[in-house]
């Protein structure tokens, strides 16, 4: 009982220190493992035992025979299942040929680099030496994620980095899986008909399972056949279910199933799909928590040891300094990625629990099956894992900037509230090279944002899932202009400091436009333009203009035209390059002493007659 207390205590810890230290929480996890595993067991125990010993010995233990292996299985089962469910097809397309490269032609050079490399250093058989590369093809959004949210990038090399660490964890898993039951079907490693019929099982039963069974329970949510208060638990056991299903029809086939099974579900319009994965979010975390412990305390002394040779450094720094970069190069060439956007993606491929898991799994069955060189398969993916989060986590942000990846500026606009008005003003941004993200939780303003083709996502503004969007890194100004005043202040207050470094502002509310008095500093485009004049303005006249600037009193008359005439709004100043500048409720504090400068407005053209009169 102390021992599984201590787990979860001891992995909800190290997700708040990776939290506060903002670093991959994988690093912390392995190393807390590794201390009350095999460190504990060597230097501090008297009687030579671990203070968390994952497999019953006869004395102590959590797991008897080989229930840990059972409980891994599962777990890893619901984490790619939560990550199938955040793959979406229209967020895959727009990434573009390199993610589909990159998972593809990346994973080849990777698996097969990898393999021969193994081979030839520490003369492991081809079958083990191809297991070792099919499990550290994944790179995983769990250990990239921390990485990149704490660094302001090109939302291009970050949308790269993120989907493919979503996209090549079940490729990974899959690879693994197929070059095991290889090894197992065939000892001699003989390509007969045995092994080709075990591949077509596996690829068979997991697709059809994860398929079928993924519209069974959206059927079953969307038709209300199941209450409310049991739409997790029962989905829970629904994947559970499939996963042992297809194992039952076809060995090793279930990871295949869940993955299929998320990937359906994420795409299909299914109901309360937010809450589940919400839910299966927080059941990875504490899965994730709970399993790299474990892992990483299974791991004896005497496997550590066999590492410790100039074999494994060697191995570490072929794998990451030489396949990577490769495999990167290869697949983003003739891509519009600048040279030091694909420096920079080398660096970064961190390995996560996908990799760890399996290998765990794996390494054990094949130890007991007496594969000779088995002992190595552990060891050597628990390395590269440790490695190559250790190294990203503290070397990113400063190779970043090496390279100069690392944005200095944030210029990015995130756009509370999708309505008409928003969309007409991002689309007009985008055209006007700024990165534009409007959030809202309106479906339909989403879908007709995205239909203009403007980033758009469906969140609830008092969520937590903003804070975690790698891709709003390059987002440094705010604007909030939703119809509830109250909404627009909350948006401020919560987000002004992560997305409004460079400027955060909101729409006057009724009760300030009727009183200049009380002007708010963060007041965007007029004192006397609330939601209401914006949205009837938009209306009327739905376009952005522009017109030429000569002088600060020449702005001045204009910003009297439009104080008189409800429908004309001032929006921007548009300087000599093309950069725009917010206009604030403090119309006249701004700089206008440039040439080829240029008021943009909403609304009606300008009476030009009436301009030069003034």
């Known amino acids: 009982m102390l021992e599984l207390a201590g787990i ?74 939560e990550g199938g469910l955040t793959l979406k097809r229209s967020e895959i397309k727009n990434v573009g040929p390199v993610i589909t490269k990159l998972i593809t032609l990346g994973s080849a050079v990777t698996f097969f680099g990898a393999g021969i490399v193994a081979h030839f250093i520490f003369n492991l058989n081809w079958d083990l030496s191809f297991l070792f590369s099919g499990l550290i093809i994944v790179t995983g959004p769990t250990v990239i994620t921390p990485i990149l949210r704490n660094i302001p990038l090109k939302k291009d090399v970050s949308t790269v980095l993120k989907w493919e660490g979503i996209l090549i964890d079940p490729i990974g898993a899959l690879v693994a899986v ?3 039951e290889f090894i197992s079907v065939e000892g001699d490693s003989g390509f007969t008909k045995t092994v080709l019929l075990e591949f077509g099982k596996i690829i068979l039963f997991g697709t059809t399972f994860g398929f079928t069974f993924a519209h ?97 450094a060697a191995l570490f720094a072929v794998v990451v300094f030489i396949i990577r970069p490769l495999a990167v190069f290869l697949s983003t060439s003739g891509s519009k990625l600048k040279l030091n956007e694909k420096l920079f993606v080398s660096w970064v491929g961190p390995r996560g629990i996908v990799a760890a898991g399996i290998a765990s799994l794996f390494g054990s069955k094949l130890l007991k099956q ?22 990203n986590a503290t070397t990113a942000r400063l190779f970043a900037k090496i390279v100069g990846v690392f944005l200095t500026q944030s210029n990015g606009i995130l756009i509370v509230g999708a309505s008409k008005v928003s969309r007409l003003l991002g689309h007009y941004l985008e055209s006007n090279g700024r990165h534009v ?61 992560q997305f409004g470094e460079n400027g955060s502002f909101r729409l006057v509310s009724p009760v300030e436009m009727n009183s200049p008095e009380n002007n708010p500093k963060e ?14 303005v938009t209306r009327k006249f739905p376009s952005i203009q522009e017109i030429d600037l000569e ?55 300008f009476d030009v007659e009436e301009v030069e009169k003034d």
């Open 8 to 81: 979860i205590i001891l992995g909800i810890l190290a997700q708040w220190v990776a939290w506060k230290l903002k670093i991959p929480a994988i690093l912390p996890l392995i190393l807390i493992g590794l201390f009350v595993g095999p460190v504990a067991a060597e230097f501090l125990s008297e009687d030579g035992t671990k203070w968390i010993e994952p497999i019953w010995n006869g004395k102590k233990g959590l797991f008897p025979g080989e229930s840990l292996y059972y409980f891994v299985s599962l777990a890893i089962s619901i984490i790619l299942f």
């Open 178 to 180: 197929l070059v095991f």
């Open 216 to 312: 069974a329970l959206a059927f079953a949510i969307n038709k209300k056949l199941i209450p409310h208060y049991l739409l997790n638990v029962v989905s829970l056991s629904a994947v559970l279910l499939v996963f042992v299903e297809s194992e039952i029809f076809a060995h090793e086939s279930g990871l295949l199933a869940v993955v299929v099974m998320g990937m359906v579900l994420g795409n299909g319009k299914l109901e309360n799909l937010k809450e589940l994965l919400y839910f299966k979010e927080s059941l990875s975390v504490l899965l994730i928590s709970i399993l790299f412990i474990l892992l990483a305390a299974n791991i004896n002394i005497e496997d550590l040891m066999l590492l410790y040779t100039w074999k494994t």
């Open 370 to 391: 007496g594969v000779e060189g088995a002992e190595y398969i552990t060891p050597l993916v628990f390395m590269i894992v440790l490695g190559t989060v250790l190294l």
């Open 437 to 497: 993200v409007l959030i809202d939780s309106n479906q339909s303003n989403i879908d007709k944002a995205k239909e203009l083709g403007l980033e758009a996502i469906n969140t609830n503004i008092y969520s937590e899932t903003l804070t975690d969007n790698i891709e709003l890194n390059d987002v440094g100004y705010l604007m909030a202009m939703t119809g509830n005043s109250d909404i627009n202040k909350y948006a401020i207050n919560k987000f002004s400091k």
């Open 523 to 536: 007041g965007l485009f007029s004192h006397t333009d609330d939601y209401n004049r914006l949205t009837e």
């Open 551 to 605: 002088s600060m009193s020449h702005y001045g008359s204009l910003i009297d035209i439009t104080n008189n005439d409800k429908d004309i709004i001032p929006l921007f100043i548009k300087d000599n390059k093309g950069e725009l500048h917010i206009i604030s409720s403090y119309n006249m504090d701004v700089d206008v002493t440039g040439e080829n400068l240029k008021l943009v407005y909403l609304g009606k053209p």
